[in-house]
């Protein structure tokens, strides 16, 4: 069972975020499952129609979205995933102009699986950072 959820969760990873296939949510992420921590770390997001929406809105502000994982551990129903993501800002859903420019930052995510199927994923990751240095690179563009 362990091996079968170590492919799940690298198939969301790859298909979600790398393939950019919004289907996929529906398809691994139960219809009461939650998600914390996306897009903000105190964010709880509940079903596939809240995740695909914050999802649509993360790959319209950031396009070239990859990501890689780096470690999986996998303990019965229990997967926790090590993750970098890079991506590059090139559009408006941030609430200012796009800066063009490519970034990275690191993440977890602790997932809690049930029928072959996210019931619970937390994660965490360094994306105020992010967002807080192309803001910067927003306001010196505008210079």
Do not use: C, Y
Not at 70 to 84: F, K, L, Q, S, Y
Request: aromatic share 10%; net charge negative.
């Amino acid at each position: 069972m362990s091996e079968a959820n170590k492919q799940l969760v690298h198939r969301w990873f790859d298909e979600v975020w790398n393939q950019g296939n919004p289907a996929t949510i529906d398809e691994l992420l139960l219809p009461n499952g939650k998600a914390h921590g996306f897009p903000e770390p105190s964010a709880i997001l509940t079903g596939p129609s809240e995740f695909k929406e914050a999802h649509s809105l993360f790959k319209e502000a950031f396009t070239n979205i990859s990501v890689e994982v780096n470690e999986i551990i996998a303990d019965g129903d229990h997967v926790a995933a090590r993750w970098t993501a890079t991506i590059t800002h090139t559009g408006q859903a941030l609430g200012f102009p796009p800066t063009g420019r490519t970034s990275s930052f690191s993440g977890t995510s602790f997932l809690h699986l049930a029928n072959g199927k996210i019931a619970e994923a937390w994660n965490h990751m360094d994306f105020t950072r992010v967002v807080l240095e192309l803001q910067a690179a927003s306001v010196t563009t505008k210079r």
